[in-house]
């Protein structure tokens, strides 16, 4: 994408702000489909699950996610996303994006304003989300790669403080004045790059709810 002349921006969560599902559990399930490995699928995300119940911080978990994609070759799983945007494009009612982040950032498309997406899950679980918004810049969990293959490793889980330092980062790159510029989240742990803007809205009912989800 092209610089924005604006140097505000719009920096936004993911999974339960812009959309009404977890990417990354719903892009597994995906795969587990096409390879009939249902019952695994269901077996590791229902583990990570209990890791979360347990207390296990969202940092940890998230990173426990990738072992899923261990040895998997990098155009092969973005070709799954790609399939996987395609399916729920034929489903959009089961696949709906959420208001009102979604038309606010339609509306900073509208305006020239820059937007970002601040998440902890990876690129191709949101295939769907950038066809959207193309010009979305995405900051994101990034599994290591080696041979062409993810390793089932990532550099850093964005989660919390680390989303924070991801904007910070961001902002100082793409000349962003974090004062006039906006951020979204649906969780407790958005809370930290959300205070680095100057206006901000926190939506959703489980905002302090943090034992159930990941990214």
Not at 89 to 95: G, K, L, Q, T
Request: aromatic content about 8%.
């Amino acid at each position: 994408m092209e610089d924005s002349d604006s140097s505000q921006a719009a920096y936004t969560d993911v999974d339960g702000t812009v959309v009404a599902y977890n990417s990354i559990f719903e892009l597994l399930r995906f795969d587990a489909a096409e390879r009939l490995r249902c019952a695994e699928a269901d077996e590791f995300l229902a583990g990570l699950r209990a890791a979360a119940a347990r207390g296990v911080p969202r940092s940890e978990t998230n990173a426990r996610y990738f072992r899923w994609w261990q040895g998997r070759s990098v155009t092969e799983v973005a070709e799954l996303g790609e399939r996987w945007a395609d399916f729920q494009a034929d489903s959009p009612m089961r696949w709906q994006f959420l208001e009102p982040v979604a038309s606010l950032l339609d509306g900073h498309t509208r305006n020239r304003r820059r937007i970002v997406a601040v998440t902890a899950s990876f690129e191709p679980a949101l295939v769907r989300v950038k066809r959207r918004w193309p010009q979305l810049q995405i900051l994101c969990t990034l599994p290591r790669i080696r041979n062409s293959r993810y390793t089932g490793e990532i550099e850093e889980a964005l989660v919390g403080a680390a989303k924070a330092r991801a904007v910070a980062s961001h902002a100082a790159e793409h000349g962003v004045d974090l004062a006039a510029s906006l951020a979204y989240g649906d969780h407790d742990s958005d809370l930290p790059f959300m205070a680095l803007t100057g206006e901000s809205l926190l939506v959703g009912p489980k905002a302090n709810d943090q034992s159930v989800t990941i990214a």
